[in-house]
């Protein structure tokens, strides 16, 4: 996992296309070779694996009880009803 110097990746993102749009770099590597910059680098503790494994399967349960209320969300938001 990496975290970067930059927060608005998003925008960082918008900015490498835009320079490849324009021909300023031939590809998103050779961008982001430029313009990413990575602040922080780690690895996950092998001895918490339990813990992760916990928190993972907390995630999919959630998912999936919400899962119909996500389809009801966007059957929502496309018709209106």
Known sequence: MVT????????LGAA???GMAV??????????????VVQDRWEP???????YD?????YVRLYDSLEELFALARRYHVTGQ
């Open 54 to 58: 916990q928190g993972y399967g907390m």
């Open 45 to 51: 503790d092998r001895a918490n694996r339990s813990v």
């Open 23 to 36: 021909g300023f770099y031939p590809s998103p590597e050779e961008a982001a070779q430029k313009l990413v």
């Open 4 to 11: 970067l110097t930059t927060e608005e990746v998003a925008c």
């Open 16 to 18: 490498i296309l835009a």
